[in-house]
């Protein structure tokens, strides 16, 4: 499903974050480290090969709601940033800081004058962020980030899971 606001496309749908061969720019939902794991991050690291994580080494350790960017070694894309989400019940604010994870990550990709990013969805995994509230909050604070951007003509949320993608298809319903 897809919608153009202010210029910018926005696509949400499901399949693999590290599979996203049109886009310039994916975010990784990163640990604290920037080491591979399970999840996103998994994948991304190893799609991308060990280079990835020699280049994240010296930027890491990360605080919630931060963001680094990286290039993608064998990945398709340009770049990879790494966003560290809030987890549920531990870090607080957790709206402002997941928040700041897809502001952060949008002012990385102005930078860089990217055209197109991909997001998953950011402490909705391990770091057991209600799938609903992430979802508002990745929108609302994208629709405010967006009127700022010059260069993004494609925004993608990637959802892994066909519950997740129906809600995410009903926020973008909304708007
Ligand atoms: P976090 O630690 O930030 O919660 P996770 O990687 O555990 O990050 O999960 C974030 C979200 O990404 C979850 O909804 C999970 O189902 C989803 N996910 C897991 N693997 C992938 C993948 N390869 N591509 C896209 N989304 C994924």
Redesign the pocket.
């Known amino acids: 499903m897809k919608k153009t606001i202010q210029n910018v496309e926005i696509e949400v749908s499901k399949?693999?974050?590290?599979n996203q061969p049109e886009i310039e720019a994916v975010v990784n939902?990163?640990?604290a480290q920037l080491t591979t794991?399970?999840?996103?991050?998994?994948?991304?690291h190893s799609a991308a090969g060990p280079g990835l994580y020699e280049e994240c080494k010296p930027l890491a350790p990360i605080s919630p709601g931060e963001a680094v960017i990286t290039g993608s070694h064998k990945l398709p894309n340009k770049y990879v940033i790494h966003c560290?989400?809030p987890?549920y019940g531990r870090d607080n604010p957790a709206d402002k800081l997941l928040g700041n994870c897809y502001k952060n990550a949008l002012k990385y990709s102005e930078d860089k004058q990217v055209k197109s990013v991909a997001f998953?969805?950011?402490?909705?995994?391990?770091?057991?962020?209600p799938?609903k509230e992430a979802t508002r909050i990745s929108f609302n604070t994208i629709l405010a980030e967006i009127p700022k951007l010059k260069h993004l003509q494609k925004l993608k949320f990637?959802?892994?899971?066909e519950a997740?993608l129906k809600i995410y298809e009903a926020m973008l319903d909304e708007v």
């Open positions: 399949g693999d974050i590290a939902a990163a640990n794991g399970g999840g996103v991050a998994g994948a991304i560290l989400g987890v998953p969805a950011i402490s909705t995994g391990v770091f057991g962020y799938i990637v959802l892994f899971s997740d």
